[in-house]
């Protein structure tokens, strides 16, 4: 059975960083196109950020527009891990964070895979 396991989600002001870890297995993490949703209060779950396998990782992300500059998502390797770098947060990215694997983008829409971690808080105040 895959699983993800999320980490390092917390409280923080607006402004501050955070960083996020996704652990998976080597040949999830390798194979997949892997990827960040949150979900705020009261609202549908949204990408933030996505990555495609391959040693050229660098020039296969993608990112909502509301965190383009402010958020970097990353593959480690050594650590079988996908991980999402919050800086310059915004009370807007308060919510629950997914990481999720084997996402698919058809023309310009993004479609989650089917497997999920369980979600980590992220609360930012003003």
């Known amino acids: 059975q895959v699983q993800l396991v999320e980490s390092g989600g917390g409280s923080v002001q607006a402004g501050g960083s955070l960083r996020l870890s996704c652990v998976a297995s080597?040949?999830?993490?390798?194979?997949?196109?892997m990827g960040w949703y949150r979900q705020a209060p009261g609202k549908q779950r949204e990408l933030v950020a996505a990555v495609a396998p391959g040693k050229r990782s660098g020039l296969n992300r993608d990112y909502a527009d509301s965190v383009k500059g402010r958020f970097t998502i990353l593959r480690d390797y050594a650590r079988n891990t996908v991980n999402l770098e919050m800086s310059n947060v915004q009370v807007e990215d308060t919510g629950v964070y997914y990481c999720?694997?084997?996402?698919?983008?058809?023309?310009?829409?993004?479609?989650?895979?089917?497997?999920w971690g369980q979600g980590t808080q992220v609360t930012v105040s003003s």
């Open positions: 080597r040949s999830i993490i390798s194979n997949n196109i």
């Open positions: 999720n694997s084997g996402l698919k983008k058809v023309l310009s829409t993004w479609y989650p895979g089917d497997v």
